[in-house]
């Protein structure tokens, strides 16, 4: 599925109606009919998107895309939520080693280890997860 | 609305991570926590040493004037009891004596004429500082020192009466706080010109010897 069609099977399903090609076309911006058409024929090819009577197009199912995760009618990078489940263990570590240090016990080097490895995984998955949320936003 | 639902799964997300790190770490934050620990001096023994004024080097006055600041060497048993049901290490101690002491309003002491004053960090994790729950242990504190701050600490010795005053910090086995404190008045007894003692540990001739972590001690 490339970049086109891959915008237009999102528009469907956010729309969660059926919709003509002109209004596909608006709604994805895509100025060629022609080129609304022909993806609107693969999506239909690969079974996801069926065709009614009145020439109007809607989503037969939700298919995975890898990397990502449906919540209702929005797809959402599986990083950002990974990214956002390790800066809630980064707040309770961060309070941990404050807390060591105010009380002025002695803070493990594998402690501090599991701290930096923990906030080098949000960082990664939040820097990953924003680059997979940018190619859905321009969806 | 798409902000709204993905704003909420993130904070979720985050949610479930505070709480896994919440649940993981929950005993750190015992910290709040503070228990009781108990301590009483029940030996200490002064020996008030005068330094020849012919040889260089240390002082009998101070830089403050020509004060009798004499070295005052001395020994302290302290018995630390841990009533708690958690095994308790300790990690401050402060130890004075002065000729009065009162407890002021934000939980402090303040002592006037102070004979000694001894501070102790027992951070040095090499030797057992831990007392097991509900048991108690003697430990006996040495050293040699010049009466703090002015000339007044040495007739306190010689008026055989002073305050007491131990505060020792502790932590508990799940990482809570214990705290000591004891501020009583002792009378002292005078064994000769310039040896001061409290006793009400060891029987007549009963004797002690500090134990290899030079802390503990053996009695005899």
């Not at chain 1, 995760?69 to 941990?96: H, K």
């Not at chain 2, 990690?91 to 004053?117: C, F, H, K, P, Y």
Request: glycine fraction near 8%.
């Amino acid at each position: 599925m490339n970049a086109t069609t891959f915008q237009i099977y999102l528009y469907l399903v956010k729309i969660g109606q059926p919709a003509g090609p002109r209004d596909i076309m608006r709604g994805v911006n895509i100025s060629s009919p022609g080129v609304v058409h022909r993806n609107l024929q693969k999506l239909m090819d690969l079974g996801v998107v069926d065709k009614d009577a009145y020439g109007r197009y809607a989503i037969k199912e939700k298919i995975a895309f890898k990397g990502y995760v449906w919540f209702g009618r929005n797809l959402i990078p599986r990083f950002i939520l990974f990214s956002s489940f390790f800066f809630g263990l980064l707040i309770v570590e961060a309070a941990v080693l404050a807390i060591r240090m105010v009380a002025r016990e002695p803070v493990e080097s594998s402690y501090l280890l599991l701290t930096i490895v923990t906030a080098l995984s949000a960082a990664m998955f939040l820097l990953e997860g924003f680059q997979l949320r940018k190619k859905y936003s321009k969806a | 609305m798409l902000n709204q639902k993905f704003v909420g799964l993130i904070c979720l997300a985050l949610v479930i991570g505070f709480l896994t790190g919440l649940v993981s770490f929950y005993n750190e934050f015992n910290v709040f926590q503070s228990y009781p620990f108990e301590v009483d001096v029940v030996y200490a023994y002064f020996k008030v040493f005068n330094v020849s004024s012919g040889v260089a080097g240390l002082q009998l006055g101070s830089i403050y004037g020509p004060f009798n600041r004499p070295l005052v060497a001395y020994v302290i048993v302290l018995n630390l009891t841990n009533p708690t049901d958690k095994a308790v290490r300790i990690r401050d101690l402060t130890i004075a004596l002065g000729e009065t002491g009162t407890q002021t309003g934000q939980g402090g002491v303040s002592l006037t004429n102070t004979v000694i004053r001894y501070e102790r960090d027992f951070s040095d994790w090499s030797y057992d500082y831990w007392w097991q729950p509900n048991s108690s242990k003697l430990i006996a504190v040495s050293a040699t020192g010049q009466p703090p701050f002015n000339e007044l600490g040495i007739p306190v010795l010689n008026q055989q009466k002073g305050y007491f005053y131990v505060a020792l910090d502790c932590v508990t086995e799940n990482k809570a706080y214990a705290k000591g404190f004891m501020l009583k008045q002792v009378n002292l007894n005078m064994a000769s010109e310039n040896e001061f003692f409290y006793n009400v540990a060891f029987k007549e001739n009963e004797n002690f010897y500090f134990s290899n972590d030079a802390i503990t001690i053996d009695v005899s």
